[in-house]
Nanobody
Framework: QVQLVESGGGLVQAGGSLRLSCAAS????????MGWFRQPPGKEREFVAA????????DYADSVKGRSTISRDDAKNTVYLQMNSLKPEDTAVYYC??????????????????????WGKGTQVTVAS
């Protein structure tokens, strides 16, 4: 059974840090690019970060670039998102997702939600000013 379970969200003060985790099971984790998306209150889901199946390359949204780090541990079937210098505008439900195609078989950009076919239920991140 395919599963993605996010954890690590919570309430933090502006300028603080948070480490999100996404535990995967039920499929071959190591051959898929993984991504993080978020949905702020009243807004559409948006791209945050992605990491290739090999772990050799990463990509970030401009809004979090320089403040966030995505990583993966294939031995634990887990992808992480370390977020530092948090801002109130980072408040959102954060989702972990698996890209639809394995390896590099889909050359389209990583920031499109439709290119990911498995999603977790999300974890809430709230940043107080």
């Amino acid at each position: 059974q395919v599963q993605l379970v996010e954890s690590g969200g919570g309430l933090v003060q502006a300028g603080g840090s948070l480490r999100l985790s996404c535990a995967a099971s039920g499929w071959t984790f190591s051959i898929y690019t993984m991504g993080w998306f978020r949905q702020p209150p009243g807004k559409e889901r948006e791209f945050v970060a992605a990491i290739t199946w090999s772990g050799s390359s990463t990509d970030y949204a401009d809004s979090v670039k320089g403040r966030s780090t995505i990583s993966r541990d294939d031995a634990k079937n887990t992808v992480y998102l370390q977020m530092n210098s948090l801002k109130p505008e980072d408040t959102a439900v954060y989702y972990c997702a698996r890209r639809r195609a394995p390896y590099y078989s889909d050359p389209t950009p990583w920031n499109l939600p439709d290119k990911y076919n498995y999603w977790g239920k999300g974890t809430q991140v709230t940043v107080a000013s």
